[in-house]
């Protein structure tokens, strides 16, 4: 089913497979007649201009603006999800060549409303929050807002860095578009023999094939086309962080860190600190590079040979329903109500499971306040595809509850806490089939999974977080940045996090030009923190049982009610310390120790 020629097209896949995506709208006149109704009634919020400082003006804006948001994310949602079950269906694409432009125009009709917010003497909105009982369910959302004044500019200041937006972020455009339209990188040969061109889509393939030919070819051909453009791309990307620097500078935050992490309320220490945990524990990544090189037979592990698998197991094929079960076994230690809302999204049509002809790659989990959390799959029988549904239905049942427990306003949480409830529940699924796996080889390949995610989700990506930490501080210090010097800081890097007993090839110095999240200041860490977080409820749910589930289905529930700090503090995860991070090294710890009792 994985081959195109074999796909069914949408109508073949069988009705009990497909998300009741019709709940949302029945028919494209049923959406049409919605948006028309939002379109005409949508310019009214500009007639609100002037008069947010009178407290019955502010209470009709913030009811009309959550009326027609939670009608246009509805619209948007169902538009989006139609044209993905199938790209080429013209009906559906018509739908979002509508609504796309309209968000958009949206956004103009209520820009005028945290200038004005800001613009206020100060203390008035806190007297309206107290003098009213509607209001007071904004108290987070406006100090939030509040807490941004003093880095928010005059309104001439703030019009002038709207416009010169684009012409700032050109940057990441000219690596974009060098990266991904001019690039080439030429042929290797084939496991087989064959001629096959290189690209980053099939790299990933190549650097994991068992033949170790293939696997070095593939990393010098592509570094060394990186290498060719090194100076281009060194530019670019210290042109975006000198971009940045310049926003935080003019926002008078004190540094760029800060200006990324406080307006969700983290303080610096927290990235610094995963960063110096990670440093302090740097011998167990040694020393699983070490199992890893005798788990292949070399004399000598490389870079390219980090993500060929240690172990090979037949090809499973797992129908969907066995993988429903599986998911289910794992997540039992979440409790019966878990369980019972998983089953309900299970049969109520929230997954979109098979491929078909034009469908979307990859998975995700979507959904708007109004509507069901949906996930699209692209099901395809194999083990991954299991870790996906337990995955994207983290994501829906954190949805589910947040919704469910939380007005509009706080009807989201944050990309900080994104990613926590999707992580737990694949942690909780590897740990049930690592602990029932009889078969030596199957239980092998199981931990050397968890394995990588830990060495790919938390050590690598706080590489990332080092490095970008290092190269805004020396440009924020009145230093330069050339690609000699971004080659040495990545290649010190590298040998400091792989030890040793890794033969860090020269070709890695250029490494850091590929990486696009670069240009996303100070975002990759979040992935870490993520990981530790789920990490630590896994922990703490398999270990305390009830007691640790209250508390984890409390950060399900809180949606944005908090910041995301507290959100987890509140849940019994404390991200300001190192505890989060370290129970992920004590459990990498514990799957070495296990990889080291079965071989």
């Not at 019955?56 to 949602?77: G, H, P």
Request: proline fraction near 2%; hydrophobic fraction near 35%.
């Amino acid at each position: 089913m994985s081959q195109t020629m074999g796909l069914k097209s949408r109508n073949e896949i069988e009705e009990e497979s497909k998300w009741k995506i019709d709940k949302v709208y029945a028919s494209t006149e049923a959406w049409e007649k919605d948006f028309q109704a939002v379109k005409e009634k949508a310019p009214k919020l500009k007639e609100f201009q002037g008069r947010l400082g009178n407290i019955t003006d502010l209470k009709e804006y913030l009811k009309v603006e959550e009326e027609l948001s939670r009608v246009l994310e509805k619209l948007y949602v169902f538009a989006h999800m139609k044209s993905h079950e199938d790209t080429s269906n013209s009906e559906f694409q018509t739908l979002v060549n509508k609504i796309d432009p309209f968000m958009a125009q949206f956004s103009s009709y209520n820009a005028f409303f945290t200038p004005e917010i800001l613009s206020l003497e100060d203390g008035t909105i806190e007297k309206m929050l107290e003098s009213d009982d509607e209001l007071k369910v904004y108290d987070t959302f406006f100090k939030v807002l509040l807490k941004e004044k003093p880095h928010i500019l005059s309104k001439e200041m703030e019009e002038l860095l709207a416009s010169a937006s684009d012409c700032l972020g050109a940057s990441e455009s000219i690596y974009t578009m060098l990266t991904n339209a001019d690039m080439t990188f030429g042929t290797i040969k084939g496991e087989n023999g064959q001629d096959i061109e290189l690209t980053e889509g099939n790299y990933s393939s190549l650097i994991k094939s068992k033949d170790r030919r293939v696997r070095e070819e593939a990393f010098k051909l592509l570094f060394s086309t990186y290498k060719k453009y090194e100076n281009t791309i060194a530019t670019s990307l210290t042109s975006s962080l000198k971009t940045f620097i310049f926003y935080a500078k003019t926002r008078k935050y004190a540094s760029s860190l800060e200006a990324s992490l406080k307006p969700n309320d983290i303080p610096v220490e927290v990235y610094k600190n995963a960063i110096q945990t990670i440093n302090n524990n740097l011998k167990s990544l040694h020393r699983y590079v070490g199992l890893k090189k005798k788990l292949l037979g070399l004399d000598e592990i490389h870079m390219y040979d980090l993500y060929v698998s240690v172990i090979d197991i037949p090809k499973q094929h797992i129908e969907y329903s066995d993988a429903i079960e599986m998911v289910k076994e794992g997540l039992k230690p979440l409790g019966q109500e878990y369980l019972d809302i998983f089953d309900e999204g299970i049969k109520d049509g929230w997954v979109d499971v098979y491929e078909n002809k034009g469908k979307k790659s990859g998975a995700y989990s979507w959904g708007s306040y109004d509507t069901m959390p949906y996930v699209l799959l692209n099901y395809n029988y194999e083990l991954n595809d299991v870790s996906t549904l337990a995955h994207e239905m983290g994501h829906s049942i954190h949805s589910y509850y947040t919704r469910k427990e939380q007005p509009y306003v706080y009807g989201n949480y944050t990309l900080f806490c994104a990613e926590v409830a999707s992580t737990t529940n694949e942690i909780l699924l590897i740990n049930d089939l690592i602990h029932k796996e009889q078969d030596k080889n199957k239980k092998l390949y199981l931990i050397n999974q968890e394995l990588e995610q830990i060495r790919a989700t938390v050590y690598r990506q706080l590489m990332f977080a080092e490095f970008e930490l290092i190269t805004h501080e020396t440009l924020e210090n009145g230093g330069s940045l050339t690609s000699d010097d971004l080659d040495n800081i990545w290649y010190d890097l590298n040998k400091k996090y792989f030890g040793p007993e890794m033969v860090v090839d020269d070709e890695i110095k250029i490494e850091w030009a590929r990486i696009p999240h670069f240009y996303s200041d100070f975002y990759v860490y979040q992935y870490a923190t993520g990981y530790a977080a789920a990490s630590a409820f896994a922990k703490s749910i398999l270990e305390n049982g009830e007691v640790a589930v209250e508390k984890y289905k409390g950060f399900l529930k809180a949606g944005g009610s908090l910041y995301p700090i507290d959100t987890l503090k509140n849940a019994g995860v404390d991200m300001t310390t190192s505890m989060p991070l370290e129970a992920t090294i004590e459990r990498f710890n514990e799957l070495l120790d296990m990889l080291e009792e079965l071989i």
